[in-house]
């Protein structure tokens, strides 16, 4: 039988139910013993906020086809789950557990974000508006954007950053801005607005997912780490990019 790291009495549309994290991840939440519902933390939960005794889990669910899609379908959409503790003891155990489950899973906190304007269809602003932003927020990551201006200007950037302020970059754009900051010792996260998007299409389609922003934020902020090879090779007036 699976252990708690907590488990308390809360209330769900003012009924009582009881909210337990277990250690194998999974929030659940139960009438009398009888699961109503689970969340699994390391994949679904993106963070949670408090207001009075509120306490708000933000997630994001599979769910049917919907929404921006650069190829596949969009199945993933954000949704909130509010909690009313009993008391101030309550809810301050249940949000020092939560945190602290959320905090091991090594997720980054501080982002530097690289958006490209002029990349694909124009489209990059308007997708980190409505595809990247909520999530961050909902994640509770903090970030500090740059639209780049020019070419090559992410390269520029990237080479006068202070790494150690940051765990990680996001590249709001296809896989040119995600070459010109490859050289960075720092994890970094593509979110697809480029014309190709080569790159985060074949590391989504290699566990399974569909390559859309929401699917790439998602894959990102979890914080699993891959190595990769990029390389550029310059003949004559070409340029060959190989990842
Ligand atoms: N403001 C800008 N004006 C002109 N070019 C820019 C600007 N910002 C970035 N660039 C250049 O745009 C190039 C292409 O960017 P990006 O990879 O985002 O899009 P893409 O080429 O459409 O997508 P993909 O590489 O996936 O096919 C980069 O080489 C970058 O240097």
Same mark, same amino acid.
């Given at each position: 039988m699976e252990s708690h790291?907590? %488990?308390d009495e809360v209330l769900v549309n003012g009924v009582k139910r009881s909210l337990t994290l277990s250690t194998d991840g999974t929030l659940g939440w139960f009438d009398r013993g009888e699961l109503l519902r689970r969340l699994f933390v390391e994949k679904e939960v993106l963070g949670f906020s408090t207001a009075g005794h509120l306490l708000t889990i933000r997630a994001l669910i599979k769910t049917g086809g919907d929404g921006f899609v650069c190829s596949g379908r969009e199945s993933l959409v954000r949704r909130s789950f509010v909690f009313e503790s009993v008391s101030d003891d309550s809810l301050r155990n249940l949000?020092?557990? @939560?945190?602290?489950? @959320?905090? %091991? =899973?090594?997720?980054p906190k501080? =982002?530097?974000?690289f958006v490209n304007p002029y990349g694909g269809k124009k489209s990059a %602003?308007? @997708?980190f508006t409505s595809h990247v932003k909520p999530i961050l927020?909902? *994640?509770?990551i903090e970030y500090t954007i740059q639209e780049t201006k020019y070419q090559l200007h992410a390269k520029e950037v990237s080479r006068s950053l202070d790494l150690t302020k940051y765990d990680g970059i996001f590249c709001v754009s296809g896989d040119g801005i995600l070459v010109?900051? *490859?050289a960075l010792k720092t994890p970094l996260g593509v979110i697809p607005a480029g014309t190709g998007n080569g790159m985060i299409k074949s590391l989504l389609d290699s566990v399974g997912e569909p390559c859309t922003p929401t699917h790439a934020v998602l894959a990102a902020i979890r914080g699993h780490k891959r190595s990769l090879d990029v390389a550029t090779i310059w003949q004559g007036e070409t340029i060959f990019i190989v990842s």
């Open positions: 790291i907590v %488990s949000c020092e557990k @939560i945190e602290g489950y @959320i905090d %091991s =899973l090594g997720r501080k =982002l530097f974000l %602003s308007k @997708i927020e909902d *994640a509770n010109e900051a *490859a």
